[in-house]
C-alpha cells in the first residue's frame, strides 16, 4: 500500500532561509506525489504534485519538490523564506482514484 | 466562481445527537470526498463517492454516514455512534481525468 512519511512535526526557520520539509513514499507502483499547505482552520490548498513526468517539480509561492527515487524522497523547498510561508505543510500519495493518503504534516515557523 | 462549499465552517452539538455537515461543488467532479483531520495525525479518509448513487467506505467509515443523490452534493452525517467526533472535516472532489483533489475550507465541529 501507498504511504508517506514526514520527518519533523515542526521546523523553524530564519525569514530569507532556505525551507526544507521532508517527505519519504513507499509505493510498489509509480507514485503520484503532492505537496499541500494549510493555513490555521483553512482547507488545503495544492502547492505542486508530481505524475511521473520532470523530476523537479515547481509549484506556487516559489516553492519546489524533486522526485529521486534512489532515495523515495520528495522533499518541498524554497530558497527563501516569507513570514507568510508560515503554515502546516502535507506531503501525500495518491491510491486508486483520487483518493489521497496523507502524511501527518510539518508546522513550518517562520522567524524574524 | 468554482469551488467547493463546506457549511456551517463552526459546529457544536451535544453528545449523542446526530449531525449533518453540508458540501457542495460547482465544479462538475464526479468524484467526492470526506477527510477528518485531527491534531498529528494528518487527514483520514472517511468515505468517498467516485459518481451519483454510489459510495465506498473510506478508512475510518465507523459512525459516519453519508449520501450521493446529487453530483453537486456529498452530505457528512456524524451519528451518535461515532466515539471521537470532534474534529476538522474537509470535503474534497475531483475530476476522473484529473490527479489531484480541490478541497474545501472545512468544518470544525466540537461536541460537548
Known amino acids: 500500500a501507498q504511504s508517506v512519511t514526514q520527518l519533523g512535526s515542526h521546523v523553524s526557520v530564519s525569514e530569507g532561509a532556505l525551507v526544507l520539509l521532508r517527505c519519504n513514499y513507499s509505493s510498489s507502483v509509480p507514485p503520484y506525489l503532492f505537496w499541500y499547505v494549510q493555513y490555521p482552520n483553512q482547507g488545503l490548498q495544492l502547492l505542486l504534485k508530481y505524475t511521473s513526468a520532470a523530476t523537479l517539480v515547481k509549484g506556487i509561492n516559489g516553492f519546489e519538490a524533486e522526485f529521486k527515487k534512489s532515495e523515495t524522497s520528495f522533499h518541498l523547498t524554497k530558497p527563501s523564506a516569507h513570514m507568510s510561508d508560515a503554515a502546516e505543510y502535507f506531503c501525500a500519495v495518491k491510491r486508486g482514484g483520487n483518493k489521497l493518503t496523507f502524511g501527518t504534516g510539518t508546522q513550518l515557523k517562520v522567524e524574524l | 466562481d468554482g469551488g467547493i462549499t463546506q457549511s456551517p465552517k463552526y459546529l457544536f452539538r451535544k453528545e449523542g445527537q446526530n449531525v449533518t455537515l453540508s458540501c457542495e461543488q460547482n465544479l462538475n467532479h464526479d468524484a467526492m470526498y470526506w477527510y477528518r483531520q485531527d491534531p498529528g495525525q494528518g487527514l483520514r479518509l472517511i468515505y468517498y463517492?467516485?459518481?451519483?448513487?454510489?459510495?465506498q467506505k473510506g478508512d475510518i467509515a465507523e459512525g459516519y454516514s453519508v449520501s450521493r443523490e446529487k453530483k453537486e452534493s456529498f452530505p457528512l452525517t456524524v451519528t451518535s455512534a461515532q466515539k471521537n467526533p470532534t474534529a476538522f472535516y474537509l470535503c474534497?472532489?475531483?475530476?476522473?481525468?484529473?490527479?489531484?483533489?480541490?478541497f474545501g475550507q472545512g468544518t470544525r465541529l466540537t461536541v460537548v
Open positions: 474534497a472532489s475531483g475530476s476522473r481525468q484529473g490527479t489531484e483533489a480541490f
Open positions: 463517492s467516485q459518481i451519483v448513487n454510489d459510495f
